[in-house]
């Protein structure tokens, strides 16, 4: 029992040592930790194996000397008396009990410890943990999905089943609560009562459950039904230490309502169970939050006919480029205006999986250039890793950036390199311009190479569900779709920024995302695409 204990501490202390970060902004990387687990839980088998064969020796050594002493115990003398138990009595308390003491000493654990030593390091720590529980929360918002979706699985597009238990709800609850974000709280709080209710075993306590759901319905300014989830409380827990005090002043603050609203009484508390729609969920600092995110469900796009009827598709030779003479590009009309193609065929899978090879070992935290200092920040509104790779790095990279130049008719000399990002749990990157407007002169003035004046997006996986590219302005949405690239400009050929072109790309709920985008800069394209007469031209 004191080695089991031992191992436990050592083994809490081990997941609780500092690590690398923000390991669920990228699903990329985490598939590694897949395997890591897998290596884990077959040291920890062998462990247990170990284990097994020395409580069986020790078993068998017990069973063996119960017999033995169950008979020299009812007559020491007779059975002393025959030479050879004299013999082995002295020899079992002189060797053989000092041998069994030894192997009762031995610990099987060193072999599972140093496993987890070894990879402890890339563990995720605290923050990945809350960042995914965050990532859940965020694909709650964005795709109307209710908190038994998630604990029962119940995911368009998925091929492997996954279950929340009680604890595992609490736990979503009680991060959110902590955050003072009690709309969320509330959700998966209710979400962990009604399992528990069902007949649900968990090791939270039920009073745990209520006391955090009902001070958070009372944040959500819901009195009746405060005191009602408080009165739950109080009958499962009298001597509680908060509930009793929370019933008296949340009653106090029922009748002082009602008073000033000249009712002598309350209205019965609604009955019906807590879901996305009972309270309204805050504001926040998006003002185009709805659009967008009705957008990513596939809800508001506004194709309509006659759009349709001005939408085309094409084979693309870059003005009789040499290169694509031979074979032409696919490209089709996703949008009339402003305009954006789709290329179809852009990238192989062999090129595909070269290029994740090179990035993979690259990959960080994704960035977003301060509109103030223009230098590459981390923010709570991108959430993937991406890497960046030069020509220079594989034939595969300067074969795709030239394959760009042609196609578009741009140069890619004054390009930024090509990012690769690969998005994580509930992945995402919030409305936001590629170019720089003119409140913020310096965002690529360390680039020397001018305004982003075009986008070049490959996507280089399907996504499952979720991860739409959309433009809330005016209402397009366009799909990952594995080899095939989106282009659009993102300035007037004046020069002038194009504000329709604000877009985002949705949080990915059901896959993993990859992109790679090629950002084509002003400089270098004054005779390739030369200015137009009017702002808007």
Known sequence: MAAFLALTLLTLSIFSSPTQAEIFTSI??????????????????????????KLEAVKSWANKLDTLTHASTSDPEGFLAHPVNAYKLMKRLNTEWSELESLVLQDPSDGFISNMSVHRQYFPDEEDEKGAAKALMRLQDTYKLDSESFSKGKLPGVRYNALLTVDDCFDMGKLAYNENDYYHAVLWMQQALRQMDSG??????KADILDYLSYSVYQMGDLPRAIELTRRLVAIDPSHQRAGGNLRYFERMLSKELRDMGRSQQELTDERPIQLDTYERPKDYLPEREVYEALCRGEGIKMTVKRRSRLFCRYQDGNRNPRLLLKPMKEE???????????????????????????????ARATVRDPKTGILTVANYRVSKSAWLEGEDDPVIARVNQRIEDITGLTVDTAELLQVANYGVGGQYEPHYDFSRKDEPDAFKTLGTGNRVATFLNYMSDV?????????????????????????????????????????????????????????HERGQEFRRPCGLTEVD
Request: with cysteine; net charge negative; proline share 5%.
């Open 28 to 53: 990329g990387q985490m598939t590694d930790l897949i395997f890591t687990e897998r290596e884990l839980v077959k040291s920890l088998k062998e462990y247990i194996e170990a284990e097994e064969l």
């Open 200 to 205: 649900e075993d968990a090791k939270t306590p």
């Open 333 to 363: 009309d996703e949008w009339d205006s402003p305009h954006i193609v789709r290329f179809l065929e852009a990238l192989s899978d062999e090129e595909i999986e070269k290029i994740k090879e090179l990035a993979k070992p690259k990959l």
């Open 464 to 520: 499952e569900a979720g991860g739409a590219t959309v433009f809330p302005d005016f209402g397009a949405a366009i799909w990952p779709r594995k080899g095939t690239a989106v282009f659009w400009y993102n300035l007037f050929k004046s020069g002038e920024g194009d504000y329709r072109t604000r877009h985002a790309a949705c949080p990915v709920l059901v896959g993993s995302k990859w992109v790679s985008n090629k950002w084509i």
